[in-house]
């Protein structure tokens, strides 16, 4: 017999309705908190890193006060997150996995993010044997912190359009490094403007008026001592953003400035002193641009992290925020918004979209690091290209829907997701918009190297028989025939397999009519100033339709896999836990809306363009949605929870997990700072009247300002009813 809430108050009731919500679930949380992070001991991990900065003893990771803070107070307080972040990943001796789940869970984007993610990565890979010898223990300790100089304002996208030049001087054995004008100058340097001690300054190696291209070197920018810019060098902040206000992005010039020759990071070239260049490895040399794609492959990762992060919060407020009429039957309390069929769709969808997202850049990791071994045992590896390829599809793919997830989570919020309370506002504004942008646009990497990837690795599938150089490329061995239909049953569409099919349909024929289009197919006679247009726009539609496809490809490898584990009883060994059917069957349940609703219902235009779907099939797949929406709803909360966040991590006072919303709300409010009276930074005097109210507004309600002047209203008034006359 169900209990009566009605009668309870809304902050009385919201603890209950989560309690019971977490009751509902089908499924044992710690196996799928484990499934979600990859095993037991990556979970297990996460949670200590995320501890080490939640119970700080100094609490200089605290974050109860960031959104009262402006640009300039979060730059100076970033200062010492950024330090004491050095001294736990220094203390602990944290690999790079660490290290970099360290710095997400910081929630800012501390001013040594650069040298972290790029400018260490850079040196210690590209440096030779005797440089990381010399400067590898700086770098690592923190006594050099490198920025990655290479975007230049004037600069776009082509690397070889770089105008910086290093020119060699045989006279003295230096290069002189050298900003030729005010437009080349370094532009969005993370970490230039006030803190990086040295850059990797990516410019054009020129030896007796020969360019020999784009080329890193490691150029010191302040004194070690003084943190003075040294001589040549200017640098600054470049001012405020959409977000990330910890971190100083700069803009540097060089006016002819000297550097000893061994900093050029010589691993895979080297000058000699009578300005001979010589290639070590011309395999390896293409690592020179492989620091962007380590950093796509990163923001794959940070991409599946804020839709999970962003649906936790948005699910836990929509299960305990109530609103409208009661459902049909029940009792007399308003039904909380989760059980409207409209916010299903939106949070359902985020929901899987935050899976799928999670275990693609899990796959696609993967994909890297075998890549990394070969390169380490072999020194060359035919993934090179291929992983460069795939990263350039799914950095715009991955980011961009991840972004959608974010953005519409706050909005299924209602007004209150348009706070700062909501944890989604200040999340919003910085990594998930700006990763859309840096390390290519994603407009751009659509319709340039992800289609010429795509272009290119269909060439090859057609010259080797039909056969693709890879098995996330499996759809290309078949051209899609005019006319051809999907043939299946209902239950079909429930089939990972056939779902991959109908996604591998629409890649397939996109990417084969971007390659006819490319090699003459232009359509009709006159049409060839067309073809830029229809080229852009056939491109980005290709990509995005590959990038779908390997997504869910990923989301049906992971499933395969579990299951595999669960069949022969090693899931314990793998995973450190045991998988149950209801693990399994909610991720099914999960891959089926994502394959559904996320692959097809989202781009229908694209599959019923050549006929491929019907009306009934069409039919269909609506009506299996609206199944597995319904069979989702009782686990919701403990899909969303899997992600493992703690509410200190989360900022989010309506998303915390004892569901006291309105509580939560409350408190945030009075840590405004102009709430507040009676102490330094209050802005409220002793009576709880806003500072320099008498001065500016009282004045207003003192009296003391210029009357209102009616005569003048009545003349301007049938001034203006004169001129509407006149008018008529």
């Known amino acids: 017999?169900?209990?009566?809430?009605?009668?309870?108050?809304?902050?009385?009731?919201?603890?209950?309705?989560?309690?019971?919500?977490?009751?509902?679930?089908?499924?044992d949380m710690d196996g799928m908190t484990c499934i979600f992070a990859g095993n037991r001991t990556s979970r297990d991990r996460s949670r200590w890193l995320m501890a080490l900065l939640e119970n700080h003893p100094e609490k200089a990771f605290d974050k109860s006060k960031r959104p009262f803070q402006g640009r300039t107070?979060?730059?100076?307080?970033?200062?010492?997150?950024?330090?004491?972040?050095?001294?736990?990943?220094?203390?602990?001796?944290?690999?790079?996995?660490d290290r970099d789940l360290l710095r997400l869970y910081l929630d800012e984007y501390i001013t040594l993010q650069v040298h972290e993610s790029m400018g260490h990565p850079t040196v210690q890979n590209q440096a030779s044997e005797q440089q990381w010898k010399e400067w590898g223990p700086k770098i690592a300790s923190g006594q050099y912190l490198v920025s990655y100089a290479q975007t230049e304002m004037a600069?776009?996208?082509?690397?070889?359009?770089?105008?910086?030049?290093?020119?060699?001087?045989?006279?003295?054995?230096?290069?002189?490094?050298?900003?030729?004008?005010?437009?080349?100058?370094?532009?969005?340097?993370?970490?230039?403007?006030?803190?990086?001690?040295?850059?990797?300054?990516?410019?054009?190696?020129?030896?007796?008026?020969?360019?020999?291209?784009?080329?890193?070197?490691?150029?010191?920018l302040r004194d070690p001592d003084s943190h003075k810019l040294l001589p040549g060098r200017y640098a600054i902040d470049m001012g405020p953003k959409k977000g990330a206000p910890s971190m100083d992005n700069g803009y540097i010039t060089f006016d002819h400035v000297r550097i000893p020759r061994n900093t050029l990071l010589s691993r895979f070239q080297t000058v000699d002193s009578k300005g001979k260049y010589e290639v070590q490895n011309q395999q390896g040399k293409l690592l020179i641009r492989g620091t962007m794609t380590l950093v796509r492959v990163g923001l794959c990762e940070i991409a599946a992290h804020h839709a999970a992060r962003a649906t936790l919060i948005a699910v836990r407020y929509a299960l305990i925020r109530r609103q409208g009429t009661p459902l049909p039957g029940q009792s007399k309390l308003e039904r909380q918004i989760i059980d409207y069929p409209g916010v299903q769709q939106r949070l359902f969808t985020a929901i899987a979209s935050s899976y799928a997202l999670t275990f693609a850049a899990r796959y696609m990791r993967s994909i890297y690091n075998e890549l990394q071994s070969e390169l380490q045992s072999k020194g060359n590896s035919p993934l090179l290209g291929m992983v460069h390829g795939y990263t350039s599809v799914l950095k715009p793919v991955m980011t961009t829907e991840s972004y959608n997830v974010v953005w519409r989570c706050r909005k299924s919020m209602g007004g209150l997701g348009f706070s700062a309370a909501s944890g989604l506002t200040d999340l919003e504004n910085s990594q998930p918009d700006a990763n859309l942008t840096y390390e290519g646009d994603n407009n751009m990497l659509l319709g340039g190297p992800a289609s010429n990837f795509l272009v290119?690795?269909?060439?090859?599938?057609?010259?080797?028989?039909?056969?693709?150089?890879?098995?996330?490329?499996?759809?290309?061995?078949?051209?899609?025939?005019?006319?051809?239909?999907?043939?299946?049953?209902?239950?079909?569409?429930?089939?990972?397999?056939?779902?991959?099919?109908?996604?591998?349909?629409?890649?397939?024929?996109?990417?084969?009519?971007?390659?006819?289009?490319?090699?003459?197919?232009?359509?009709?006679?006159?049409?060839?100033?067309?073809?830029?247009?229809?080229?852009?726009?056939?491109?980005?539609?290709?990509?995005?339709?590959?990038?779908?496809?390997?997504?869910?490809?990923?989301?049906?490898?992971?499933?395969?896999?579990?299951q595999e584990y669960a069949r022969n009883g090693q899931s314990s060994e793998k995973i450190g836990v045991n998988i149950k059917t209801e693990h399994l069957k909610a991720l099914e349940n999960v891959r089926n809306l994502y394959a559904l609703e996320v692959c097809i219902m989202d781009d229908l235009s694209e599959y019923t363009q050549d006929?491929?779907?019907?009306?009934?099939?069409?039919?269909?797949?609506?009506?299996?949605?609206?199944?597995?929406?319904?069979?989702?709803?009782?686990?919701?909360?403990?899909?969303?929870?899997?992600?493992?966040?703690?509410?200190?991590?989360?900022a989010a006072p309506l998303a915390s997990s004892d569901g006291r919303a309105y509580d939560r709300m409350i408190e945030f409010m009075k840590s405004e700072p102009i709430n507040q009276s009676g102490h330094s930074g209050a802005g409220r005097d002793q009576d709880g009247v806003i500072l320099g109210f008498r001065q500016t507004i009282g004045r207003l309600t003192h009296g003391e300002v210029t009357p209102w002047n009616e005569t003048e209203a009545k003349r301007r008034e049938a001034e203006r009813q004169k001129e509407r006359t006149s008018k008529l």
């Open 456 to 562: 290119k690795e269909l060439n090859a599938c057609l010259k080797n028989g039909n056969r693709p150089g890879r098995i996330e490329l499996a759809y290309l061995s078949k051209r899609p025939r005019s006319g051809e239909r999907f043939e299946g049953s209902n239950a079909d569409l429930l089939d990972p397999q056939r779902q991959l099919e109908i996604v591998g349909h629409r890649a397939a024929r996109l990417v084969y009519a971007l390659h006819e289009l490319r090699n003459g197919g232009s359509g009709k006679q006159g049409e060839e100033s067309t073809k830029p247009y229809l080229d852009a726009r056939l491109a980005a539609r290709a990509s995005r339709a590959h990038g779908a496809y390997f997504i869910l490809f990923a989301f049906n490898h992971t499933l395969a896999a579990l």
């Open 611 to 650: 006929g491929y779907l019907d009306e009934k099939t069409i039919h269909s797949i609506e009506r299996h949605i609206a199944t597995i929406m319904q069979t989702i709803r009782p686990d919701a909360l403990g899909l969303v929870e899997a992600a493992d966040l703690s509410d200190w991590y989360l």
């Open 155 to 220: 600069h776009g996208s082509a690397l070889a359009g770089l105008r910086t030049t290093a020119t060699f001087c045989p006279e003295s054995d230096e290069w002189e490094i050298h900003t030729p004008e005010p437009s080349a100058g370094k532009l969005w340097i993370g970490g230039s403007g006030s803190t990086a001690t040295h850059a990797i300054v990516m410019a054009k190696l020129i030896i007796e008026n020969k360019d020999y291209g784009m080329h890193p070197f490691f150029v010191a």
């Open 73 to 97: 107070e979060r730059f100076m307080v970033g200062q010492k997150i950024a330090l004491e972040y050095f001294q736990l990943r220094n203390r602990y001796g944290l690999p790079k996995e």
């Open 1 to 27: 017999m169900s209990i009566d809430h009605s009668n309870l108050k809304p902050e009385e009731l919201q603890p209950l309705d989560m309690k019971r919500e977490r009751e509902r679930c089908s499924f």
